[in-house]
């Protein structure tokens, strides 16, 4: 028999408590740190600003959702991104991706520091929105590359939303260690 146990609660962070059972039980605590926009830094700010000018420029004729992701180099350099529709949908990528990917081939030896998204439909910034389980896992493979926590920031026009790490969004999460070299 499994019981899976998961608790929400707000109290300026948000935390979920995942709780597996069987022959073992084991508990995973996943932290998000909640704020207002108005607390950004003045380089935070800048750096939304960039993920959302990057979403004004998405190719979302189908859906009407533009996304942008900003990343942020280590040198301080951004790199932007936005969804890429095909009406042939599994064609078609992420912001984060194509931001991810962009930076990764661009400046393969600057690692990336922090990535910001933020999304809109009409023009108008959405809630935060949170990257699917692909750019989860190409966010996390970013970590191992670089050999550093991606600092992962999704941005609303009321709340902000920031994980310390792509594992924090991707828990369980498959990675090379379970490639045989």
Partial sequence: MRIVQIILYVCGTIFLHFTFMAKDTFSLNISIQQYN??????????????????AKQAYAPYSGFQVGAAVILADGQIVTGSNQENAAYPSGICAERVALFYAGAKYPDLPVKAIVIAACRDGIIQQPTAPCGACRQVMLETEMRYRNQLRIILYGSDIVYEASSAEVLLPLAFNNTFINK
Wanted: cysteine-free; proline content about 6%.
């Fill in 37 to 54: 926009p108005d607390e950004l830094s003045d380089t935070e700010k800048v750096w939304v600003n960039e993920a959302i000018e990057a």
